[in-house]
């Protein structure tokens, strides 16, 4: 990867973002999908509290998959109290239910915390535990609050990296501003309510000269509820265009020569001549 | 793992949760990964569309870390069409942009919809692209809506498994009461505020006999700042006694023979007995 795209994604992280402290990883794959993690989240600062293979460890690299910097700028500690120096605030995060007298908030409410604090000028952090069995007392003793992801109780124990991303997501997300929904219409636009009439009047007179609609007393409903099916696709201008040659080559056979053009009652009773779409 | 656990297990997913498809996944170590993270949040369907290096696949084992009965009951298709069929609802999931005219929502709000499909009978899926690429259009085309995670714009490559991991944990969490912040006190309960003020009223006396709160003048808002810094630890019955311990042994040298029990006024003239904590 050239250097300039490094600092691109240097520059993308977060000024304010928590400082990620990983207390005796075991597995340096797990660092490196950690590192992935937290910069796909706009986090860039990881502290290494004494891991158990030490650092740096090249099996941590491709898992990281081009998330190098933060690797390159990992710091490592020998104990957690070490590493949480230069810290205002810690958030240690746990899969199990702890007898310590400390708050646990959700994810999504440690975000809010996070950004709170980050916006008056508060350096933070959250803390993992080791893969196999978490953070020790000792290790919680050193935080602010605890963090707990609401999981399957029948199934809680999660990867080490994807309780970073986790807590990486909530983190970013507490700060974008992405709609929940966005109508996208590709290079188009909504179409305009008279041409979707124009297409409908169209559709039903090919329905009607087809016999499609010949049923008298249905063909009111049957028509609301074509032009409902439709209307509720929300076709832009491009589609409506499309639509309209669908139908209009759908029927050309009728005009072929030695074809009537009259309306026709019963299809049944008719071949229809072979066409390949 | 016994029988009786994978039953649990089994038990503890979600009936109404949607159907994960992974579309050509590459690493079988991914798909046990996902599977893992499926059954974090309470997911138990998988479909695998066209895995690249075959189905069954052992190195799909480790990475489910116990999440076998996904593994054992994942099943195998030719394409995405035939991987669709039996859904009702489909999500795509979609790393970049793309021009087609479709909704695009976030995975917090396609937990939403997703919840709602739930509950009214419809069966969802979430469908993932292998992870080099993510799904081609083609893909696209057989999904209901589009699901984008907001990410660092400079850095937006997520792993399949973490990709997997954040729609399940929406989907968790769109359905889950956890309260945001919870506040635990062990074993013990909040202090009562007469044996707070107890406390207050033991520690000033100690602090006026020690000669920390000589200075007339300022001593109310010393008071004031030391109480409120007590207040504020939101401390236990337990911690209350500890604390009543802890001065009453941090000032017990005073009495000791030898020693002068009158009111200490210039403690840096004095010489502390050696004591050990």
């Known amino acids: 990867m050239a250097g300039s795209d490094r600092r691109k994604r240097s520059a993308a992280a977060d000024a304010g973002a928590p400082t990620v402290i ?24 990881l502290r290494l509290a ?28 020998g104990s957690t109290e070490k590493a949480v120096a230069g810290l205002n605030y810690v958030f240690a995060t746990t899969a199990r239910e702890r007898y310590l007298a400390k708050s646990v908030l959700t994810p999504r409410e440690a975000a809010k915390e996070l950004r709170a604090r980050a916006a008056s000028g508060q ?8 893969e196999r069995m978490g953070l020790v007392n ?14 399957n109780p029948g199934f809680s124990s999660m990867n080490l990296a994807q309780s970073v991303m986790i807590l990486a997501y909530e983190w970013f997300q507490a700060g974008d501003a992405t709609p929940a929904r966005e ?12 041409e979707l009439l124009n297409f409908f009047i169209m559709l039903e007179k090919e329905l009607d000269e087809s ?19 439709f209307q509720r696709a929300g076709l832009t201008e491009q589609e409506l265009r499309t639509l309209h040659g669908m139908v209009a ?7 072929m020569p030695g074809e009537t053009s009259t309306p026709v009652r019963h299809r049944r009773d008719r071949k229809k001549p072979p066409r390949v779409v």
Do not use: H
């Not at 350096?123 to 080791?130: A, D, H």
């Not at 016999?211 to 099916?229: D, W, Y």
């Open 22 to 45: 990983l207390v005796n990883p075991q597995l340096a794959q797990n660092i490196g999908t950690a590192a992935r993690a937290m910069l796909n989240c706009g986090l860039s600062e």
């Open 50 to 77: 004494a891991p158990r293979d030490g650092w740096p460890n090249d099996k941590s690299i491709p898992a990281a998959a081009g998330a190098d910097a933060i690797l390159d700028s990992a710091k490592l500690y």
């Open 123 to 130: 350096k933070c952090g959250l803390m993992f535990g080791p």
């Open 138 to 151: 000792d290790d919680l003793a050193l935080a602010d609050a605890l963090v707990r992801i609401p999981l």
């Open 183 to 194: 109508n996208r219409y590709g290079q188009s636009q909504p179409a305009d309510k008279a």
């Open 211 to 229: 016999g499609f609609l010949r049923v008298a007393e249905k063909r009111p409903s049957m028509v609301r509820n074509i032009r409902n099916m």
């Open 249 to 255: 080559c759908l029927v050309e056979w009728r005009n």
